[in-house]
């Protein structure tokens, strides 16, 4: 579903993701794990094409990031690091400005915003203002957001971040199920996100891949958080390189 | 185009969900009845004297209505910053802009939905400064086909400096320095043609055609030429070209 070679990003003369080569299967949940300024939310942005790559390329739901952006923009949803809302507009008229934005036929943009109103459980909330609703709500329609075009591809840039601990439970058991239908990437620093939530893992620091694979398979010997520190431990604590440059 | 349309009403209905376009309309409404008004009762002044001496009546279009239009460009060169200013630069300071750039719309779409929302709010705003020159038609007697000519020219005009306006907000974050630019920007545009006297020979041609003012002018004074409302189209292109070129400059940085 994502096929990446050798992507990398610069900023200027700082090297934000060098040389990321991974693969993600349909029906996978994968977790990008990484100390912060590792190059996370920049790989989530070169796959979502935000950003376009400086180096290498991406098939994502079998299009190029590069020479078929508009179909791959068709076929995911992103959720970025902050909920992308507009505070004056109502829930239930937000989520259908996304779906106009995606392209969704007008006939079936009732059915497909009242199916996700429900699947992220915002029924109650459809005529608040997004000003109005707490960190958590936000975060949901912001995913409700991501998924109301019933995208191949699921982007989520920390998910849980700044959520309390139940949102948190919340939105880890909504990303299982999404996983279920969805092909998902997400990325996180939390270790224990990744055990509950993911079928693998790949871990970056300093803008590359350190280590990959199945989470079974990592966690076999020794506990995530222990191989997590052991990949970072060349790259991290995030000293600034030679020439200065800030990550 | 389907996409450009859901931006614009977006667009469109937050404005109306906020006070910015009552503000902005209610402050622009307020201004022109000012400015109506002293105009109106200049001509009566005028009118009062003349009939003393019961030379040549003089004109409610060349007195009133005329410099009304005027005032009102100048009007604009300081509200058209105010609609224009949050239009892209709200968007990349609250994180929404990543929505629009990763949904399958393309950077000319997203430009065009702006440039559409913000024409709208405006043609309201000037809609409402016509209803004073059409009180003048009911209750007297001036040309009507001037009036209509210069209010085209004074939208043709408001259109030009939105799309320079929104060109101005997608370079920066912040609504306020967007703000601050596009003032600069609209009223450097609008003087251009100030040192012409002072430089002289075909450079001042040149600084008075691409100044709008004179090509305004021409509209108000009630004679629609193609080259004026060409001059006006070819200034909304190059903001709008402008903001798309930014947009896209931006990505690749």
């Known amino acids: 579903m994502i096929e990446a070679t050798g992507l990398c990003k610069n900023f200027g003369e700082i090297e934000a993701v060098s040389n990321l080569s991974f693969s993600v299967a349909a029906g996978e949940v994968v977790g990008l794990l ?156 939390i270790m224990q996100e990744v055990s509950e939530t993911c079928s693998r893992v790949i871990i970056i620091s300093g803008g590359r891949i350190v280590v990959q694979g199945n989470l079974a398979e990592l966690t076999r010997e020794k506990c995530l958080e222990e191989k997590f520190l052991e990949a970072v431990a060349g790259t991290w604590p995030s000293c600034p390189p030679e020439n200065g440059a800030a990550r | ?88 630069a709200e968007e990349k300071r609250s994180g929404t802009f990543e929505v629009l750039i990763t949904s399958p719309i393309s950077g000319a779409g997203i430009v065009m939905g702006k440039f559409i929302g913000a024409a709208v709010i405006a043609l309201v705003m000037l809609g409402i400064s016509l209803l004073y020159p059409a009180v003048l038609i009911v209750l007297a007697d001036p040309e009507p086909g001037p009036i209509l000519a210069g209010f085209f020219g004074l939208v043709l005009f408001a259109l030009s400096f939105i799309a320079v306006g929104i060109a101005v907000s997608a370079v920066s974050r912040s609504q306020t320095v967007a703000g601050v630019i596009s003032l600069v920007v609209l009223l450097v545009f609008y003087m251009l043609d100030a040192p012409a006297p002072l430089v002289g020979g075909e450079l001042a041609e040149v600084l008075k055609f691409l100044a709008p003012s004179s090509h305004a002018q021409t509209l108000i004074k009630g004679v629609i030429t193609g080259s004026d409302i060409l001059y006006f189209i070819s200034v909304a292109l190059c903001g709008l070209f402008a903001a798309n070129r930014v947009l896209d400059a931006q990505r690749w940085r």
């Open chain 2, 1 to 88: 185009m389907k996409g450009a349309l859901t931006i614009a009403g977006r667009e469109i209905r937050s404005a109306f969900a906020t006070p910015l376009a009552y503000v902005v309309i209610a402050g622009f409404s307020l201004l022109a009845a000012f400015f109506f008004f002293s105009f109106l009762s200049n001509f009566n002044n005028q009118l009062r004297q003349t009939m003393l001496f019961a030379s040549v009546k003089p004109s409610l279009n060349e007195l009133v209505v005329m410099p009304y239009f005027q005032t009102l460009e100048i009007i604009l060169i300081f509200l058209v910053p105010l609609l224009t200013m949050r239009s892209i």
């Open chain 1, 34 to 189: 990484g100390p912060n300024g590792a190059g996370k939310t920049t790989t989530m942005r070169l796959l979502t094409t935000f950003l376009p790559p400086t180096g290498g390329t991406a098939k994502v739901a079998g299009w190029d990031i590069c020479r078929e952006s508009e179909s791959v923009r068709k076929n995911i949803g992103y959720l970025p690091e902050s909920p992308p809302l507009y505070p004056e507009m109502q829930v239930g008229e937000y989520l259908k400005f996304i779906a106009q934005l995606k392209g969704i036929p007008k006939k079936e943009l009732r059915a497909k915003v009242e199916a996700v109103l429900e699947r992220c459980a915002l029924d109650g909330v459809v005529k608040r203002l997004c000003a109005q609703l707490s960190k958590g709500y936000r975060q949901r329609i912001a995913l409700a957001g991501a998924l109301v075009h019933e995208p191949k591809v699921l982007i989520l840039d920390e998910p849980t971040s700044g959520l309390d601990p139940a949102q948190i439970i919340e939105v880890r058991q909504m990303i299982r199920k999404l996983g279920e239908e969805h092909t998902v990437v997400l990325s996180t620093h």
